[in-house]
């Protein structure tokens, strides 16, 4: 059974920092590129980062290059995203994403709140 667990969400005040952890179960992690995607009220959902299955090339939406760092643990199956310097901005739910060929997988989502 697959499963991605995401935890690490809060609340935060602007300039403050958070990270986030996907835990995954279930298929072979280390073969898939992860994601962090997010949706907040009233909007689509974007994507934030992502990282290839070994962990070497990564990329950014540009809202939140230099700011935010993707990661992974493919020896605890985990993906990671530390995020500095949060702003209102950047509230909303943040979903990781597993990917390979046409295999598709998706966490339930952790809500992040950024507000003074």
């Known amino acids: 059974q697959v499963q991605l667990v995401e935890s690490g969400g809060g609340l935060v005040q602007p300039g403050g920092s958070l990270r986030l952890s996907c835990a995954a179960s279930?298929?072979?992690?280390?073969?898939?590129?992860m994601s962090w995607y997010r949706q907040a009220p009233g909007s689509e959902r974007e994507l934030v980062a992502s990282?290839?299955?070994?962990?070497?090339?990564?990329n950014y939406a540009g809202s939140v290059k230099g700011r935010f760092t993707i990661s992974r643990d493919n020896a605890k199956n985990t993906v990671y995203l530390q995020m500095n310097s949060l702003k209102p901005e950047d509230t909303a739910v943040y979903y990781c994403?597993?990917?390979?060929?046409?295999?598709?997988?998706w966490g339930q989502g952790t809500q992040v709140t950024v507000s003074s």
């Open positions: 990282i290839a299955s070994a962990g070497g090339s990564t």
């Open positions: 994403k597993a990917k390979r060929d046409w295999y598709d997988y």
């Open positions: 279930g298929f072979t992690f280390s073969r898939y590129a």
